[in-house]
């Protein structure tokens, strides 16, 4: 079994403690692949995370359960995970993908989530976890879109910096079966063989195949072996849409829809928008340029091309406070995005107004990195941040964002200061105490402001009758 000795970021522990609601005592069972963590190293991550220690116990691959007692959350490290053919691993899953997807074989990349299945069968009914990476996990879009529909995959958390490899995103994918079993047997001719990275190659040779028992790992042979899952009852997939020229949303619309938790963190990185799927009724056109350093000494995010030629109607100089600059920790070469995208003169140029997001900035097409600073965002900034990242991560721009995610990462555009969390108070937590007295009190405001309304309705009907009264009295007088 070939194994590193390089631990996890101190995130992924972080993510995975507060996913699988590890503590001090709690068991942890780890699964040991080529290239993966072992338990001394992860005991590390958990250290430097400060949340405890929990007992990590390494499954042997054919266990269901290290012992008798009860489930443990089961954790598998696939982050050097490498598919090399594709089509092959789709083949051999046929009868595995029909159990999900009649007629998605040869639509959907289903390779990197066969350990998602791996995972929750080895766990019992209980939580599970898989770190994969990122850039496989996000080309197989519409594979994570089924299994998130059928109620196996409760959140996926995406990892910039992820070691061993810092250049390359990793993603943390949290499992739930609930209260179905999941289960691999013997049903297909030949498997799935894994391929795995080593220090010395990216492309390795060695191949990991899965044993029909789970009890012994052959690696570097043809011989592979038939998995199989148990039939899934179907659950109802929750549409996440985040519009971006929407405006804003509530908090508590965050946590019904996208299940934000106290303490739960999101990626905040910058969305890649490319031109063949800009579909947002603001957007029309979207140039690629760059900026000089020039112009940011100048204070102008305005690129040199277009600027050469201030008589076109394409060519508005657009200054920003220097304060703005220092904000946004921009840098010269970094080319920005729009957020909210209010319109500034000609088709091929947008700003961000102050109205929109408090940002004055220039959008290009090929983005760096928006790297706002979370300690001057307001709540409403937060919010609308955080609809945008969840409305590409879940409406089809995954792969693309994915894509500019690396490539920033791989020159450091990307740092671990670019993740924040969104606080939601126990008022708008749907599991508190705190979030159910809200709602009564809520509902109690609304009934006595009905009340009242109708207290005020009812007084201007007397009061309209009292005039007509005294007007019929006054005729009559005259009378």
């Given at each position: 079994m070939r194994e590193t000795t390089s631990s996890l970021p101190r995130l992924t522990a972080a993510a995975l403690s507060r996913a699988l609601n590890l503590e001090q005592g709690s068991r942890l069972l780890t699964v040991r692949l080529p290239g993966a963590v072992d338990a001394e190293d992860l005991a590390k991550c958990f250290t430097l995370n400060g949340n405890g220690v929990p007992d990590i116990c390494e499954l042997e691959p054919g266990k269901q359960n290290a012992s008798d007692d009860d489930a443990a959350p089961v954790f598998v490290d696939a982050s050097n995970y490498y598919r090399a053919n594709k089509h092959d691993i789709e083949k051999d899953s046929a009868a595995l993908i029909d159990y999900l997807e009649p007629g998605y074989l040869d639509f959907c990349d289903w390779g990197p989530f066969i350990w998602c299945l791996y995972a929750l069968a080895l766990s019992g009914r209980t939580r599970a976890a898989v770190v994969l990476p990122a850039d496989l996990l996000d080309k197989a879009e519409q594979a994570r879109t089924i299994l998130i529909r059928e109620g196996l995959?409760?959140?996926?958390?995406?990892?910039?910096?992820?070691?061993?490899?810092?250049?390359?995103?990793?993603?943390?994918?949290?499992?739930?079966?609930?209260?179905?079993?999941?289960?691999?047997?013997?049903?297909?001719?030949?498997?799935?063989?894994?391929?795995?990275?080593?220090?010395?190659?990216?492309?390795?040779?060695?191949?990991?195949?899965?044993?029909?028992?789970?009890?012994?790992?052959?690696?570097?042979?043809?011989?592979?072996?038939?998995?199989?899952?148990?039939?899934?009852?179907?659950?109802?997939?929750?549409?996440?849409?985040?519009?971006?020229?929407?405006?804003?949303?509530?908090?508590?619309?965050?946590?019904?829809?996208?299940?934000?938790?106290?303490?739960?963190?999101?990626?905040?990185?910058?969305?890649?928008?490319?031109?063949?799927?800009?579909?947002?009724?603001?957007?029309?056109?979207?140039?690629?340029?760059?900026?000089?350093?020039?112009?940011?000494?100048?204070?102008?995010?305005?690129?040199?091309?277009?600027?050469?030629?201030?008589?076109?109607?394409?060519?508005?100089?657009?200054?920003?406070?220097?304060?703005?600059?220092?904000?946004?920790?921009?840098?010269?070469?970094?080319?920005?995005?729009?957020?909210?995208?209010?319109?500034?003169?000609?088709?091929?140029?947008?700003?961000?107004?102050?109205?929109?997001?408090?940002?004055?900035?220039?959008?290009?097409?090929?983005?760096?990195?928006?790297?706002?600073?979370?300690?001057?965002?307001?709540?409403?900034?937060r919010v609308v941040f955080s609809e945008i990242i969840v409305g590409y991560l879940t409406e089809g721009h995954g792969a693309q964002l994915i894509q500019a995610l690396t490539e920033a990462a791989s020159i450091r555009a990307i740092r671990p200061s670019d993740l924040f969390e969104i606080e939601v108070p126990p008022a708008l937590d749907p599991r508190t105490r705190e979030y159910s007295e809200s709602i009564n009190r809520f509902a109690e405001v609304v009934r006595t402001k009905k009340q009242a309304e109708a207290a005020v309705a009812q007084a201007l009907r007397d009061l309209e009758g009292a005039k007509k009264a005294v007007t019929q009295v006054v005729d009559q007088t005259c009378e």
């Open positions: 995959i409760e959140s996926v958390v995406y990892l910039p910096l992820s070691e061993p490899r810092p250049y390359m995103t990793s993603a943390l994918l949290i499992l739930s079966s609930g209260n179905r079993s999941v289960a691999f047997r013997s049903a297909i001719e030949p498997g799935p063989r894994f391929q795995y990275v080593t220090k010395t190659s990216y492309y390795s040779d060695i191949t990991f195949s899965i044993s029909p028992d789970w009890a012994r790992i052959d690696t570097n042979t043809p011989r592979s072996t038939p998995i199989e899952t148990s039939t899934f009852a179907t659950r109802e997939l929750l549409q996440h849409h985040a519009a971006l020229s929407k405006g804003k949303i509530s908090l508590i619309a965050i946590t019904r829809n996208y299940s934000a938790t106290l303490g739960d963190s999101f990626t905040r990185v910058a969305p890649f928008m490319p031109r063949e799927s800009t579909t947002s009724n603001d957007i029309d056109a979207v140039e690629v340029r760059r900026i000089s350093s020039q112009d940011f000494q100048d204070g102008n995010l305005l690129p040199v091309d277009a600027s050469d030629n201030q008589n076109s109607s394409d060519s508005k100089f657009v200054k920003v406070d220097p304060s703005v600059l220092d904000r946004y920790e921009l840098r010269a070469g970094d080319i920005v995005m729009p957020r909210m995208l209010g319109r500034y003169g000609a088709s091929n140029l947008l700003v961000v107004s102050s109205d929109d997001a408090k940002q004055h900035l220039v959008a290009s097409h090929n983005t760096t990195v928006i790297r706002p600073s979370f300690q001057t965002m307001t709540e409403d900034e």
